[in-house]
């Protein structure tokens, strides 16, 4: 499975938009981009996956660059809750584990 | 989402005890299971993939003969730590994909984890 790399910290003020980049250039045509976060001493959350297209659900919006080599998860209105560690994870479609990296640690601060 | 849930939370145990930890899909089907362990400040470790009614696959460096994984059913694995010592103490993670689409894009769920101190 690719590698990715994320910066190790953010922070981000309450309210506004907290834009998390991933990179994943060695990413091959079947793997998908998934995103988690972990708040502390809790097991990880899912937010979001997508393998081209970007996507959006309730949590989080999903862009893919045109050549697949990068990714930002955006949280559009982040509040202190959304502070915890994300993970960018890609993965190919055949077997189901997942290659936890460092993540970010988002800091939402008021 | 699916839920997955784990028990216990957290466990003391006595060093050269054993201790086994639980993780339950509680409303779909998992045939294969995965176990990471955390250390502070560090991310999750992929310790083996627990398969449905077949032995499990363990990565590289995780002694088999010490975390025993058991996954009989399609709702249940298991993994015990076998006569733990302090170094075991650790936040054990379990999570379950299903699969019953057949897809394999689906998102993995995760137990909430259990915190071991071994003293």
């Known amino acids: 499975d690719a590698k990715t790399t994320q910066p190790p910290s953010m922070d981000c003020a309450e309210g506004r938009a907290a834009n998390l980049p991933c990179n994943h250039s060695?990413?091959?045509?079947?793997?998908?981009v998934y995103w988690y976060r972990q708040i502390h001493s809790q097991g990880p959350q899912y937010i979001i996956h997508?393998?081209?297209n970007n996507e959006t659900n309730e949590m989080a919006s999903l862009i893919i660059t045109e050549d697949r080599k990068s990714s930002t998860l955006i949280l559009p209105h982040a509040t202190l809750r959304d502070t915890a560690v994300y993970y960018c994870?890609?993965?190919?479609?055949?077997?189901?584990?997942?290659?936890f990296g460092q993540g970010t640690e988002l800091s939402v601060k008021p | 989402g699916a839920v997955v849930s784990q028990h216990p939370s957290r466990v003391i145990c006595k060093s050269g005890t054993s201790v086994k930890i639980e993780c339950r899909s509680l409303?779909?089907?998992?045939?294969?299971m995965f176990w990471y362990r955390q250390f502070p400040k560090q991310s999750l470790m992929l310790m083996a993939t627990?398969?449905?009614?077949?032995?499990?696959?363990?990565e590289q460096g995780v002694e088999k003969d010490k975390f025993l994984i058991n996954h009989a059913s399609l709702t249940l694995s298991t993994l015990t730590v076998t006569s733990a010592h302090p170094e075991d103490s650790s936040f054990y993670i379990c999570?379950?994909?299903?699969?019953?689409?057949?897809?394999?894009?689906?998102?993995?769920?995760f137990g909430q984890g259990t915190r071991l101190t071994v003293v």
């Open positions: 627990s398969n449905e009614g077949s032995k499990a696959t363990y």
């Open positions: 999570s379950a994909r299903d699969t019953s689409g057949g897809s394999g894009s689906t998102e993995a769920f």
């Open positions: 994870i890609v993965k190919d479609n055949q077997g189901g584990k997942l290659i």
């Open positions: 997508g393998l081209k």
């Open positions: 409303d779909f089907q998992a045939t294969t």
């Open positions: 060695t990413i091959s045509g079947n793997e998908y």
